[in-house]
Nanobody, 118 residues
């Protein structure tokens, strides 16, 4: 069974920075992609950033130039460096991974709260 464990959320002032981490563990033969999503109450979960195993990266328009996704394949870990944070970045951030553990499955982390407030 695959588990995704996130860390790094918290309270930060506007303009500040945070780095989120997500480590995948369990029966993992291959990871095709990892990503970060976020969700605020009353809204749908939205993609923030994604990275495929081939190195293709995508960002949601509002975070381009401020957020950076990276990964350590040896550790099955993905990071999200968030700079110049704004109040509208406040959300629960979820890690996502597409994993081959005998078959291709999608997995989600439990979520980590990011609160941007003065």
């Amino acid at each position: 069974q695959v588990q995704l464990v996130e860390s790094g959320g918290g309270l930060v002032h506007p303009g500040g920075s945070l780095t989120l981490s997500c480590a995948a563990s369990g029966t993992i033969f291959r990871i095709r992609s990892m990503a970060w999503y976020r969700q605020v109450p009353g809204k749908e979960r939205e993609l923030v950033a994604s990275e495929t195993s081939s190195g293709r990266i995508k960002y949601e328009d509002s975070v381009k130039g401020r957020f950076s996704i990276s990964s350590d394949s040896a550790k099955n870990t993905v990071y999200l460096r968030m700079n110049s944070l704004k109040p509208e970045d406040t959300a629960v951030y979820y890690c996502y991974a597409e994993v081959y553990d005998g078959e291709w499955d999608e997995h989600w982390g439990q979520g980590t709260q990011v609160l941007v407030s003065s």
